[in-house]
């Protein structure tokens, strides 16, 4: 790093304290201006994953539906009942969780519990 003098030192020391002023100019801008942004919550995961698993499984039934009527080949018989029940157990297993975490014990019922109380206590 290259040495300063006393006036340099100074020259730099009003640039850098002039940017932080633009910087938290910019930074109170961006606050209130996200202030009333309206936030948009993404889906879990999970629910991402059930929702493509969906999709996919009827678009399996689907193609095993077609081909059955084409060919007229009941062979596609087998993929048409094990996607059924893919997508029942996918929908089993996705409540089942859904359950855990929402009832008393359940990280999301814990977390809202938590928030909630944090609220009261701030506010009372």
């Known amino acids: ?26 930074d109170k801008l961006k606050e ?13 995961t999970t629910k991402l994953i059930a929702v493509y698993l969906f ?18 080949d009941l062979s596609y018989l087998g993929v048409l009942i094990t996607d059924v029940a893919a997508q ?3 929908f089993v297993i ?9 009832s008393v014990g359940g990280i999301v019922y814990d977390m809202a519990m938590l928030d909630r109380n944090n609220n009261e206590d701030v506010s009372g």
């Open 1 to 26: 790093m290259k040495r300063l003098n006393d006036k340099e030192y100074q020259i730099e020391l009003k640039r850098i304290q002039r940017d932080n002023l633009y910087k938290e100019r910019n």
């Open 88 to 90: 029942i157990l996918t």
């Open 55 to 72: 999709i996919i499984l009827n678009v399996v039934l689907i193609y095993a539906m077609v081909c059955m009527w084409h060919f007229g």
């Open 32 to 44: 209130e201006k996200d202030k009333y942004k309206k936030q948009i919550k993404l889906p879990s």
């Open 94 to 102: 996705y409540c089942a969780k859904s359950l855990k975490e929402n």
